[in-house]
C-alpha cells in the first residue's frame, strides 16, 4: 500500500511539473497569445514565401531590428548593412543614407530609438508595385507609442523601393 501511494505522488508531482513547465516555457519565448481577459498558450507558427513581397518586408523587419536591437555585437552594424544592400533598391539607398545625414535618425525606421515590436500587413498592389505597413511599437504596457511606415516593392525585383511615414 505505501509504494502504490508513493508511486501516485511521484505521478503527480511529475504531471504537476510537466504541465508547470509546458505554461512557462511558451511565455518564456515570447508565444503566449492573448485573448480579451484570459491568456492561453498556443504553438506560434511562422511562414513565409520568398516570392511574396508583404513576407520579404517582414524578413527585412524582422532582420534589420534583431541587428540593431544587438548593437553591442560587433556583426550587429556590418549585418544591418548587408540587410539594407539585399533588400533595398541602390535609389532607396541612396534616399535613406541622405535622411540619416540631414535628420541624424535610422533612415529604415524613421527613429533614433529601436523598437520593441514590429508587424507587417499587406494594404495592397498596382502597377507592378505591393505595399505593406509596418507597425513599429516603441514601448510595452496600455498605451503603447507606435509609428507607421509605408513601404513600396516592386514586384519583379522583389526590392524595397520606397518608404514613407505614415499616419
Known amino acids: 500500500m505505501r509504494t502504490r501511494a508513493r508511486s501516485t505522488l511521484f505521478a503527480a508531482v511529475g504531471i504537476a511539473a510537466a504541465l508547470s513547465l509546458g505554461a512557462i516555457t ?10 480579451g481577459t484570459h491568456s492561453a498558450a498556443a504553438a506560434v507558427t511562422t511562414q513565409g514565401d520568398p516570392r511574396a513581397a508583404t513576407t520579404r518586408v517582414s524578413d527585412f523587419y524582422g532582420a534589420y531590428i534583431d541587428s540593431i536591437w544587438d ?9 544591418a548593412k548587408a540587410l539594407r544592400q539585399f533588400y533595398l533598391s541602390t535609389a ?7 535622411f540619416e545625414a ?13 523598437p520593441v515590436k514590429w508587424s507587417v500587413a499587406y494594404t495592397g498592389s498596382g502597377a507592378g508595385h505591393a505595399t505593406s505597413l509596418v507597425t513599429l511599437t516603441w514601448s510595452d504596457g496600455q498605451n503603447p507609442e507606435v509609428t507607421k511606415i ?14 514613407q511615414p505614415a499616419d
Not at 26 to 35: E, F, I, K, S, Y
Not at 71 to 79: Q, T
Not at 105 to 114: E, K, P, R
Not at 150 to 163: N, S
Open 92 to 98: 532607396e539607398q541612396k534616399k535613406v543614407s541622405a
Open 102 to 114: 540631414k535628420e541624424h535618425a535610422d533612415g529604415i525606421l524613421f527613429a533614433q530609438n529601436v
Open 71 to 79: 548593437n553591442e555585437d560587433p556583426a550587429a552594424a556590418a549585418n
Open 26 to 35: 511558451p511565455a518564456l519565448a515570447g508565444t503566449t497569445q492573448q485573448t
Open 150 to 163: 509605408k513601404v513600396q516593392t516592386d514586384l519583379q525585383t522583389r526590392k524595397i523601393t520606397d518608404l
